[in-house]
C-alpha cells in the first residue's frame, strides 16, 4: 500500500502504556494495491483526564432545582427552618371557636394509653399504661384441662411476673380467674377461684411476705372473646395478673 506525500497519522498515548488513541488520519488515497479506502476519523472535543473512569459534567442540563437557592424547583431539606415563617394568627373570637350557650370547657386529663404485647400463639399478654401492668395467661399453658393444679412450665412463666412485680415495687397484687361458659356456672366460680390461688401461692412464694394479694374467681362472667367458637373460649379461659406501676 502507498501513501501520498503529505498524509500524516498521528497518536496520543493515554494513561494505559499498552493502549494508543488514534487522534485523526487523513483518507487515504486509493491505488492500484489498495483496492478499498480506509474510513477517515476525526478526534473529540476533548478528551478525559488523568482518570479514564471520570465522567464529564456540565454538558447536560441541570434537572429543576438541582442548581440550588434560586433555582426554580429547589426546595430545603426538611430539617432546615431558617425561612420559616410564625402561624397565623388565631382569632380568639371566631364564631366557629364559640362554645354553644350555657356551655363548658371539660376538665384537662391525661389519656391513659397502653401499650399491648401478645405472644405469636396469643398464650400470653401483656399490658401496660401509665397506671398498671397486667399480664393475662390463657388456662391451657398453666393448668391441665379442667383441673387446677400448676403444670410442669407454669413456674416458669410466673416467675417471669414476680420478677416483674419486683421490679416496679409493687406491694398490693390481683390474681383473677376466669373459665368459658360450657358447664354449670357454679363450676366454673370454683375452677376459677382455685386457679387464681394457685398462682397466688407461686407468686407468693417468690415474692415473699411483703406482697398482698386480692384472689378472686370470676366464672364464665367478663369475657374478652366470643363463647361460640372454641377459639373464643380458650381466650376466656384464663389468669389475670395486675399490679400498679412504679411512676
Known amino acids: 500500500m502507498r501513501l501520498v506525500p503529505g498524509h500524516v497519522v498521528r497518536t496520543l498515548a493515554c494513561t494505559s502504556a499498552s493502549t494508543a488513541l488514534v487522534v485523526g488520519v487523513q483518507a487515504h488515497v486509493a491505488a492500484a494495491d489498495t483496492p478499498t479506502p480506509h474510513p477517515s476519523f476525526s478526534a473529540p472535543a476533548a478528551l478525559p483526564t488523568d482518570n479514564p473512569t471520570t465522567i464529564p459534567t456540565g454538558q447536560a442540563p441541570s434537572l429543576p ?12 431539606p ?4 431558617s425561612d420559616s415563617r410564625p402561624s397565623q394568627k388565631l382569632d380568639r373570637q371566631a364564631e366557629g371557636l364559640r362554645l354553644a350557650g350555657g356551655a363548658e ?5 391525661v389519656l ?14 401483656r399490658e401496660d399504661s401509665r397506671e398498671k401492668t397486667k399480664f393475662t395467661l390463657q ?14 412450665g407454669a413456674k416458669a412463666r410466673i416467675k417471669t411476673i414476680a420478677d416483674e412485680i419486683g421490679k416496679q415495687k409493687s406491694t398490693l397484687v390481683n390474681v383473677f380467674g376466669f373459665t368459658d361458659d360450657l358447664g354449670s356456672y357454679a363450676h366454673g366460680k370454683t375452677l376459677s377461684k382455685k386457679r387464681a390461688t394457685q398462682v397466688q401461692a407461686e407468686l407468693a ?17 367478663y369475657p374478652v372473646a366470643d363463647n361460640g367458637t372454641e377459639e373464643g373460649r380458650e381466650k376466656n379461659r384464663r389468669v389475670e395478673v395486675s399490679f400498679p406501676r412504679d411512676n
Not at 442548581?67 to 430545603?76: A, N, V
Not at 391513659?112 to 399478654?125: A, M, P, S
Not at 412464694?205 to 362472667?221: A, T
Open 65 to 76: 432545582g438541582e442548581t440550588g437557592p434560586g433555582d426554580k424547583g429547589f426546595s430545603e
Open 205 to 221: 412464694h417468690q415474692l415473699g411476705p411483703d406482697v398482698s394479694f386480692n384472689v378472686r374467681g370470676y366464672s364464665e362472667d
Open 139 to 152: 388456662a391451657e399453658v398453666l393448668f391441665p384441662k379442667d383441673r387446677a393444679t400448676l403444670n410442669s
Open 112 to 125: 391513659d394509653i397502653k401499650f399491648v404485647t401478645e405472644d405469636l400463639g396469643g398464650e400470653e399478654r
Open 105 to 109: 370547657l371539660a376538665d384537662p386529663k
Open 78 to 81: 426538611p430539617d432546615n427552618i
